[in-house]
C-alpha cells in the first residue's frame, strides 16, 4: 500500500485516514462483508492485505468502506464515466425549410426527411418562408404545417405550435 500525505480527496471517495467516521461497515477485497468496526482498525487490515481502505458508501448509516486499490479505482471509475459519455446519444435540432406553394413532390421529399430526423431521435424544425405576397396569405402556411402535424402525428408530438417570426413560420417537432 503506498501512503501519501496529501490534501484530502476533492473529487472521488475518501480513503484511509481522510474516512471522517468513526466506524465503517468492512467490505473485504473478495467481498466477503467484515461487519462494523472502527475505522483505525480497518485501515490497518487494508494495509496488512496490501491495499487502501475506500468509502464506497458514504451515505450509509455506518459507512460502508471497502478493501481496494484507490489508484485503480478511481481509474475505473473515469474509465466507466467516459464510456457513458460516448454511448449517449444527444438530441440535435434538424431544420426543414419550406415556401407555403411547395409542390407535392418536393413537400414528399420534405417530409421523407423529416421522418428520417425523427426516426434519428431529432427534433425538427420545420420552418415555412414568406416571400413577397405570400405574406399576405398565412393560412396558407398555417394548413401546410396542419398537414405536416397530421403526417407526422403517429411518431411525433408537437412540441412548439406554429408561430410567425417575421417573414417565417416555424414549428417544432419532437420524437414520441
Known sequence: MNRRLAAPPMNGPRFNEFISSPRVRVIDENGENLGVMLTAEAIEQAA???LDLVEVSPNADPPVAKFLDVGKFKYEAQKKANLARK???TQEIKEIKMRPNIDDHDYDTKMK???DF?????KVKVTLRFRGRELAHGELGMQLLQRVQADVAEIAKV???PRMEG???LMVLAPR
Open 48 to 50: 496488512e492485505a496490501g
Open 87 to 89: 454511448t449517449q446519444k
Open 113 to 115: 426527411k423529416v421522418n
Open 118 to 122: 425523427i426516426g434519428e431521435g431529432d
Open 159 to 161: 412540441e412548439q405550435h
Open 167 to 169: 417573414r417565417q413560420m
